[in-house]
C-alpha cells in the first residue's frame, strides 16, 4: 500500500513535528548564544555585586520590550528573546497538530487539539493578567 506524496499519515506527521522540534529548539539555543556571546563581550569583566538583587527590568518583562531590546542588540533582549523561541517550540507543535489533524480529517483529534491549545494560550497570557 503505497501514500502518494499529498497525503497525510502518522509517518509524515510525526517526522514533521520531529523537524519542527528540532528546528525551534536550535533557533532558540542559537539565539541565547549570541546573547550570551554580546553579554559576555560587554560585560564579561565586570564583577557581579551579589549584595544587592537586581531583576529583570519591566520592559524585559513584555513581548515588545523584548523584541525592541533584541532590535537593539541590548544582550539580555536577545537572550530573553531565544527563551521566547524555546517557549514558543511546543506551542508551535500544538498549533501544527491541529492542521495535520484536520488534513488528515479527524474531527476528534481535531477538537481534542484545539482545547491543549486553548490551554497553552491561556496559561501563557494568563501570567500576565
Known sequence: MSESPNQWSDTRTE???GSLL???VLLAASVVLLGGIVFLARH?????EYRVFQGE?????ALSGIVSFA????????IQLGLLFLIATPL???AFSVVAFALERDALYVVVTLVV?????FS?????L
Open 15 to 17: 517526522a514533521m513535528i
Open 71 to 78: 532590535l537593539s542588540f541590548h544582550a539580555r533582549g536577545i
Open 57 to 61: 527590568p519591566t520592559d524585559l518583562r
Open 44 to 48: 564579561g569583566t565586570s564583577m557581579p
Open 22 to 24: 528540532r528546528a525551534g
Open 92 to 94: 508551535a507543535r500544538v
Open 124 to 128: 501563557l497570557a494568563g501570567a500576565h
Open 117 to 121: 491549545l486553548a490551554v497553552l494560550i
